[in-house]
């Protein structure tokens, strides 16, 4: 079974200027998230989605960020414009949700780090 | 709204057992402990979870007091690949997001 996929692994820009990142989440499963690490902490959840619909983005920073996962399946994630604080890793995970969601289990890619300068 | 204390890092040699300690003493009863690591620049990675009883599978086992307070992780032989941030991180049974705090910072030594 493929894993999560995300891309650009690396992506270095200047404040102000404008980028994205994809995801495309193992096959089947209805349910992604997006989570940003900044350094030396945990991931913390930014948005959810459940097959295309917005499950929860109190966390997102909607005056800069937007996401969408269109036809339920990949996902982007943009940030416009940048900020130095937006320095970070951005990771996407996806998870099956068959059931309770306390018992499933999130699938993680590997990250796209961005640096803002 | 950290759920969860774990200590900030810990050395193990190569080969041995590591057991991870985490407190969550104020866990309720539909809420799962969960644990993730995170090797240097990769995604966090599933290893465990349970909910009362012990729990074992192929990576670790994971043991649960009693009153569900606390709960160590065990890496029966550990190999330099296991050098990780481990993440201990209760859920309940609706919780959709993971929360993620500080973590163990484990550095398996040869």
């Known amino acids: 079974e493929a894993g999560v996929a995300q891309s650009p692994r690396y992506k270095i820009i200047e404040k102000r200027q404008s980028v994205a990142f994809w995801c495309n989440p193992i096959?089947?499963?209805?349910?992604l998230y997006w989570y940003q690490q900044i350094l030396g902490q945990g991931p913390k959840l930014l948005i959810q989605?459940?097959?295309?619909?917005?499950?929860?983005d109190s966390q997102l920073p909607k005056d800069r960020f937007s996401a969408e996962r269109l036809k339920g399946v990949d996902s982007t994630l943009k940030i416009q414009p940048a900020k130095l604080e937006d320095s970070a890793v951005y990771l996407c995970?996806?998870?099956?949700?068959?059931?309770?969601?306390?018992?499933?289990?999130?699938?993680f890619g590997p990250g796209t780090r961005l640096l803002v300068l | 709204d950290a759920k969860t204390t774990q200590p900030p890092s810990m050395d193990c040699a190569e080969g041995r057992a590591a057991n991870l300690p985490c407190n969550h003493s104020?866990?309720?009863?539909?809420?799962?402990v969960y644990w993730y690591r995170q090797i240097h620049s990769q995604g966090p990675q599933y290893i465990i979870h349970?909910?009362?009883n012990n729990e074992t599978n192929e990576m670790a086992s994971l043991i649960i007091t009693e009153d569900r307070k606390s709960s160590t992780l065990i890496l029966p032989h550990a190999t330099l690949r296991d050098t990780a941030v481990y993440y201990c991180?209760?859920?309940?049974?609706?919780?959709?997001?993971?929360?993620f705090g500080a973590g163990t910072t484990v550095t398996v030594r040869a």
């Open positions: 349970g909910l009362k």
């Open positions: 995970a996806s998870s099956r949700t068959g059931g309770e969601f306390g018992k499933e289990t999130q699938y």
């Open positions: 096959s089947g499963h209805a349910t």
């Open positions: 104020t866990i309720s009863g539909n809420e799962y």
């Open positions: 991180i209760v859920r309940g049974a609706n919780d959709y997001k993971l929360s």
């Open positions: 989605f459940q097959n295309n619909g917005v499950v929860d």
